[in-house]
């Protein structure tokens, strides 16, 4: 007899996955987990076209956004982590905007040009495995990582990452050594 659990519906993974995300806090749907949480090695290209991975971010906090040019809400917050990247970007803070375009770098490029990113990298995972190995139920979907690599926090849906109350968030964890 086995006691391998049967298959599970992806509807229960949903509900699992959102009763396991914090409280939300007013306003702002960024509250950290009560402890922090591995992520996995994740690999991706940068806007060269060579493979890099998450890791290489180690000893910054870095806001991980995964992200696709074809998911509208996407589209309407990189204006503001592009601002974001203007005002924090640096030795101690990365935005890293992970998209999920299949077309690669060349769509992730032109979106930038199109749009007037100039602030933002090029990284993107055209396989998709990013999806499946950060558990992202959709898109965006924004990953605060500490310096050591490790998920703090994350929110599910776009926000405005330039506010003046996400920006002084952000600059606490930043100043959190």
């Not at 702002?28 to 690999?43: E, I, K, N, Q, W």
């Not at 995972?125 to 898109?139: F, K, R, S």
Request: contains cysteine; glycine residues 6%.
């Amino acid at each position: 007899m086995s006691t391998r659990p049967g298959p599970v519906s992806r509807r229960a993974l949903l509900l699992a996955a959102l009763a396991a995300l914090p409280a939300h806090a007013a306003g702002f749907r960024f509250a950290p987990y009560p402890t922090r949480r591995p992520l996995p090695d994740l690999a991706f290209l940068d806007g060269a076209g060579r493979t890099m991975k998450l890791d290489a971010f180690r000893g910054k906090v870095v806001l991980l956004n995964v992200w696709a040019t074809w998911c509208p809400p996407c589209v309407a917050e990189m204006p503001t982590l592009n601002k974001l990247q203007q005002l924090l970007g640096g030795k101690d803070f990365a935005v890293v905007p992970l998209s999920v375009d299949k077309g690669g770098v060349f769509t992730v490029k032109s979106f930038y040009q199109e749009n007037f990113i100039d602030h933002l990298p090029v990284y993107v995972d055209p396989t998709t495995h990013a999806l499946d190995a950060l558990h992202v139920l959709g898109t965006p979907t924004t990953i605060l990582v500490d310096r050591d690599g490790r998920e703090i926090a994350r929110t599910l849906g776009p926000e405005d990452w330039d506010k003046p109350e996400i920006v002084a968030e952000l600059r606490r964890y930043i100043a959190a050594r």
